[in-house]
């Protein structure tokens, strides 16, 4: 027998007929209230285009992104092979570490050297800097190297976070000492605050006559707890013209868990309250 008896083909044309009924009202609806229409009813909403800033450096796969471009260069110079550079953390995070490019170009904006040492190097590594500090950083750059007339910071690796830093550390009692092959930067440092990883990462400035900088001397201790207080050494390894002198050293803890890139063990720094 078939599944469609007499009274169900003649129920059928009846419930076809009610359905394009409502079919026609609900496209009605629909046609008046803009949901469905030819191309020329309402203009489609198009994808949402964010404009993003030229890089400042040639794009490569360690180029770092907008969001990186946290550091401000606030001075540099060039003497004696180095080119030293002073930047601030622009930020409002505390900056754990960042592996940065250096780049200094010509007066026509062509590159003359480029640099983000090695993951050891402490030339090119950021650690412990809080928003609103400053870091010294440097590129070794030999007598090839052209005229440099603009120097561009950049990080291309970060680990941040916020938060206040009630840990730190002070210098005082700064020395430049001359040596016919050497430079040294004596200083007197105090670490003060909680949850200190007892390294500590130190640059000391140098300027010359008219106060612009001239050298970086970089270096890292161990063995800094709450209030102890050492002297350290901070060796340039060749001289430097007699014009330059120490204007500052800046000094900041590791934070606990970044690797602090120091060999050794306490016992070779001796620590005095």
Known sequence: MSPWDARQ?????????????????????????????DDHDAEAPGPTVTVLPTPTVPADPDQPDEEYSMLEVVGWGRASGQLAVVVRNNTD????????????????GTMVVTTTGTPRDVCCTIVGLPPG??????????????????????????RVRRGPTRARVSASDLAL?????????????TARGPRLSGFVAVQAILVDQSGEVAQVISGRYYCFGDRTTAAIRLRLFHAVPDRLRVRRVLAYPVPVGVLPRVPGECARTRAVS
């Not at 092959?181 to 440092?189: G, K, S």
């Open 177 to 189: 000492k001359r040596f016919d092959d050497d430079t040294v930067v004596t200083a007197r440092l």
């Open 93 to 108: 995070t505390h900056i754990n570490s960042a592996r940065v490019r250096i780049t200094g170009v010509d007066v026509n």
């Open 9 to 37: 083909r003649r129920s059928w044309p009846v419930t076809a007929g009610m359905g394009l009924v409502l079919l026609g009202f609900v496209a009605g609806f629909q046609l008046l209230s803009g949901v469905i229409g």
């Open 133 to 158: 500090k400053e870091y010294g950083l440097f590129a070794p750059v030999g007598d090839d190297v052209g005229e440099i007339a603009e120097v561009d910071v950049q990080a291309i690796s970060t």
